[in-house]
């Protein structure tokens, strides 16, 4: 268990820089998700390969379709995601970001018969009060609502991934975080194709950061994220996910120079303090059944 912490935590500090990296890219959202499934793709394949791994994946079917419609959500989650980027910062859009987990935490006793104690039910109801405060003089900006939106869906398309990646038990580790890159990339090819084709201008222009992006951010980051999520309850992953969020808002600050107001500032102490609060002040831990 302690292991798949590291591992989880790991990843989200990561993932926390992707919008950091993505800002020294000068394409658009969906070529940046398509370089970085395909790059990050065709690493862990070669991993994959080299590590001798052997294909478990068929052996249950019920399980790989649970991968692929995770996989798909991934594409989709993070087109919305570097769109939201663009559109309204890195901060703000980490900060809206933040429902992903609201809604696997909420979703959790349904799905996967974890105990919601009234802690985390405090938890929530915290984090979304932070969410109004964060995103109220963001909705009054024109042309806001669009990257407000994508932030939203792209947090909906989070919860989609976690949920089916968990429902995929018998495809873990390496296997796992492969196809789940496979499928993204097979996602967001299909949507550039009948946007734009798959020609990308100006890819040499911005080769150094998008390896980067491809290979440590993606490729390493979704092995650790994918193979360790699994191990973890789903509302200590939804919960434990906002170090994702925190650190994007952090580098934002330092290497962005992005600012928050003082009301948005309230806000995201509300949702971080009460994500901490619905995790590690619960009296009742959570159990499966």
Sequence with gaps: MKQAYFKYISALLLFGTNGIVASYILLNSYEIVFLRALIGGLFLIAVFILSKGKLQCLKNKKNFIFLIVSGVAMGICWMFLYEAYSQIGVSIAALAYCCGPVIVMALAPLLFHERLSIFRISGISVVLIGMFFVNENTL??????????????????????????????????????????????????????????????????????????????????????????????????????????????????????????????????LILGGAVFGEYFCHKPITHK
Excluded: H
């Excluded at 792209?154 to 089916?164: K, Q």
């Excluded at 990339?185 to 150094?208: D, E, H, R, S």
């Excluded at 092995?223 to 509302?235: D, H, V």
């Design 140 to 269: 009054r900006q024109d042309g806001s609502w669009w990257g407000l939106l994508c932030a939203i869906l792209s947090a909906i398309m989070y919860a989609v991934m976690v949920i089916f990646n968990k429902k995929a038990e018998s495809i873990t580790g390496l296997e796992n975080a492969m196809f789940q890159l496979i499928v993204s990339f097979v996602t967001v090819a299909i949507f550039m194709q009948i946007k734009q084709g798959l020609v990308i201008p100006f890819l040499m222009q911005n080769i150094f950061p998008v390896l980067f992006l491809g290979i440590i951010n993606t490729g390493i980051g979704c092995y650790l994220y994918f193979s360790s999520i699994q191990q973890l309850p789903a509302a200590t992953v939804a919960i434990c996910g906002y170090l994702e969020q925190l650190s994007a808002i952090i580098f934002s600050i330092i290497f962005l120079k992005e600012r928050l107001t003082f009301i948005q500032i309230i806000g995201a102490v």
